[in-house]
């Protein structure tokens, strides 16, 4: 039997995403960002994501078929993502999704989109995706942790952040410093010349304490107040701030957490790869430190091209294609927005 041709679409956060698979070769990849609606708010607003991807959703698709050259009728399903996200951008992805299948008469899969971004590996031609992997997904809506023994049916959470998402930390510490939103791409341009070592910021969930209950569990609220207050103090004083500086110790201190308790993860539980995903990995000191400390630990170090690592439609009709595969059932038309990983 041939693999299956899928068309995935994602809209948990600010991308709207559409993509094409036939089975692990990735035919089309159109994404839509509301990013510049949100900027001068300073983060990605619900309701202007919701209508943002009502407006992009069919032109996207439009766009995903004719670069693909599929045609609707060619499709062996519709996967769309169902949770986690904000649930209004959500529902516009799910409820066009569900139209999609009922008028085309054709399966519809309901996937998660942290296990997407996972899937996403599958889609990289050069070297594709081994289980078992540890996976770090860091963004601007999710910094978490898994272990995925099996894509489709074994995969688990070991920790996430209990405060900010490691993206959002960036944004927040951007504004701080009064550069633009985005904060990452700024933050990591504000560094370059900067000394990584000039400010010792604090490294969340890391202490001996933390062991116990959040081993694998992050926090980035204290690392951001500290940021401000440090700033704060040198302005009270009437001193420069020296922005490369805390940017380049900010970027360190994020960096050595995501890396120390991922790798530790891999080390505990005897998992000798690691994969990277999430937009974060934009991040320039966040996969040398990882390649760094990967190296060290005997762990191949796994790192998709950045189109596949933010947010898209491709990573979840990858996923879609992956559960026909292995047998699983449709979804049916009535679930809604939904969080549950694989059993
Ligand atoms: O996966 P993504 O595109 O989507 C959402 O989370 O919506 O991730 C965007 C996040 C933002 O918070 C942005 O500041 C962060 O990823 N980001 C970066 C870099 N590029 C983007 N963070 C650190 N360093 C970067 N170079
Ligand atoms: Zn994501």
Redesign the pocket.
Known sequence: REAPLVLGIETS???TGVGIVRGTELLANVIA?S?DEHARYGG?VPEVAARAHLEALGPSIDAALAASGVSLDDLDAVAVTSGPGLAGALMVGVGAAKALALAIEKPIYAVNHLVGHVGADLLDADAPLETPTIALL?????TSLLVVRDLVSDVELLGETIDD????A??KV?RVLGLP?????E??RAAIGGDPRAIRFPRGLTQPKDQAAHRYDFSFSGLKTAVARWVEQREAAGEPVPIADVAASF?EA?ADVLVTKAIAACTDLGVPRLLLG???V???R?RELAQERADAAGVALRVPPLSL???NGAMIAALGAQLIMAGHEPSGLSFGADSTLPA
């Open positions: 956060c600010d991308e960002s990013m990605v860091v963004s601007g809506g999710h998402a490691a993206g959002e960036f944004d951007a939103y985005p904060g990452g791409p933050i990591d970027r994020v999430g937009g974060v934009a991040n320039a966040l690592c933010t947010d």
